[in-house]
Nanobody, 115 residues
Framework: QGQLVESGGGLVQPGGSLRLSCVASGIFFGAVTLKWYRQAPGKQREWVATITSSNVITYADSVKGRFAISRVNAANTLYLQMNSLQPEDTAVYFC?????????WGQGTQVTVSS
């Protein structure tokens, strides 16, 4: 059975950077589309970025130019480099493998942007 485990969250000041990781197991990692989502307190979960198995990348407008999604298939790892972080980026960040049946979600990692 597949599993996704996120890490790398934490507390950062506005303008700072963090890199999130998502390690997969039990899936054919290189063949799947992967996504990052986030959920702020009291809000619905929102899509952040997608990377396909062919490395086609798309971003939500709210993070375009500041965040970068990438993957290292040999390490079964998905990344999200987050720069120029702002308080509105505060959320729990989740990785997702939507094309797995059933779709996989990690447990989430908390990112807090505050001075």
């Amino acid at each position: 059975q597949g599993q996704l485990v996120e890490s790398g969250g934490g507390l950062v000041q506005p303008g700072g950077s963090l890199r999130l990781s998502c390690v997969a197991s039990g899936i054919f990692f290189g063949a799947v589309t992967l996504k990052w989502y986030r959920q702020a307190p009291g809000k619905q979960r929102e899509w952040v970025a997608t990377i396909t198995s062919s490395n086609v990348i798309t971003y939500a407008d709210s993070v375009k130019g500041r965040f970068a999604i990438s993957r290292v298939n040999a390490a079964n790892t998905l990344y999200l480099q987050m720069n120029s972080l702002q308080p509105e980026d505060t959320a729990v960040y989740f990785c997702n493998a939507p094309t797995i049946s059933p779709p996989l979600w990690g447990q989430g990692t908390q990112v807090t942007v505050s001075s």
